[in-house]
């Protein structure tokens, strides 16, 4: 079964940087991933993705800090985060879609969240 471990998460000041891993396996029909962020009060939000082409896609208000990579020897996702906010303050969910044998549909997993705090 997909499991999805994340780590990289803590407490920085703004204009620091931090590099979240998710590590998965079990996925055998990867489709995408990508990192997501819940902060209290908002609705959950897509930070960066990855497809099974390569494609990336980044929210606006991250784009020329965060930088999405993936090791595909290592199944390890990354995300650089650099130059950061206050705003960026959330809890950050890992999270993959996998193909379904047969049709199009997809499956969501998730990581179990790791909380980035930018204050000084």
């Known amino acids: 079964q997909v499991q999805l471990v994340e780590s990289g998460g803590g407490l920085v000041q703004p204009g620091g940087s931090l590099r979240l891993s998710c590590a998965a396996s079990g996925i055998i029909r990867f489709y995408s991933m990508g990192w997501y962020r819940q902060a209290p009060g908002q609705q959950r939000e897509l930070v960066a993705a990855i497809t099974s082409g390569g494609s990336t896609n980044y929210v606006d208000s991250v784009k020329g800090r965060f930088t999405l990579s993936r090791d595909n020897a290592k199944n390890t996702m990354y995300l650089q985060m650099n130059r950061l906010k206050p705003e960026d303050t959330a809890v950050y969910y890992c999270?993959?879609?996998?193909?379904?044998?047969?049709?199009?549909?997809?499956?969501?997993?998730w990581g179990q969240g790791t909380q980035v705090t930018v204050s000084p």
């Open positions: 999270n993959t879609k996998v193909r379904r044998r047969f049709g199009t549909t997809t499956d969501d997993y």
